[in-house]
Structure formats: C-alpha cells, structure tokens
C-alpha cells in the first residue's frame, strides 16, 4: 500500500517536472488525490496520533493557503495540482472527510449528505463551472483571493445542484452521467 502510494507521489512529481502527452499527465497528476480515498479508508490511526495528525494537516493547509495568496502571479488558477497548491490540495482531502464525519447529524448534515447520490455529477460538474465562474468574477474585477474562493465556493455548488436537478428531471441529462442505466450493456452480453 505505502510502495503503490510513493509510485503515486514519483508519477506526481515527474508529470510537474517532465513534459508528457495531456492524459498521461493528468492521470499521473490526479491519481495521488484519488488515492488518498484509498489510505483514509484503509489505514487505522490511534486517536491520539489521529489529533496531532489533524492538526498537523489542518496547519499545512493554512499555511499552503497563505503561501498562495502571497505568491503573487497567477495564484487564482486553482484547478490544477501543481507542486504549489499540493499539499493545500493533499491536506484537504482528510480534513473534508474529517470534519464531514464529525458534523452532527442535524439539518446541516442532512442537507450535505441527501446529495451523496449525486457526487459522481458533482465531481464532474465542479471543474468546468469552477474555471467558468472564476474567469467571470475576475473579469467583473473581483480579485481578492478569500472572496474568489467564497464566491467560488457557493457560486459552483448551487451550479451542481441545478445539473444535479436536471439529471433528476430529464432522461438526456441523465443519460450523460448514468449510460449504464439506458444502454444495458449486462443484458446484450447475455444472449
């Protein structure tokens, strides 16, 4: 598991440095993240190693995101995980888990957890509209870095949510996220 996770990181890292055909370097960019599901799930920590791990992450987060802001350049183009926003990006993915696991489950937590059906729509959705809606603010001369990703924030997720809708809604929508459901690929195979 830790051999699989440090070729993960080299294949991160070579795709930074090393100019490779575009699917070869996203998926060498991406998987670490991906991966990072895998050892959440996988790796047993005892809960006080669990509490300075916690804080350890949740400091490097804070800091990844300063170092950001002060960076200078084009420090708003976060869609990619580039060797400057990496550990931001890394750390945040076990402080969401974290903190989602923690909320109590009243109105706030359902409200977040009702959507877990639609994460694959999310998560394809989110990208394009991110990129979108920042290159619209900015142009509206919105360039404060914490409002970018406030607005960002909210802007993207009420864009999901209306995809979201109209996967619920109309069978075309749908059919873009779930082929499977239409195409019954198990039923041709069996004849």
Known sequence: MYVQGGIY??????????????YLAQTFTWTIC???????????IENKSKQILLITFVIIFFVGIVQQYFAGGNWYRTNLLTKSNFLTKLTSIPLILYLFSRFPQNKFFEYFEKYGKYSLIIYLVHAPSTSIIRVILIKLGISNY?????????ITWYVCLFVCLLAKKFAIFDFLFSP???LNFHQRSSN
């Open 180 to 182: 499977y459901k239409y």
């Open 34 to 44: 991906f991966y990072m599901g895998y050892l959440i799930k996988n790796i047993k």
């Open 146 to 154: 914490f409002l970018l990703i406030f607005l960002i924030t909210v």
């Open 9 to 22: 990181l080299f294949l991160f890292f070579i795709s930074q440095f090393v100019t490779l055909p575009y």
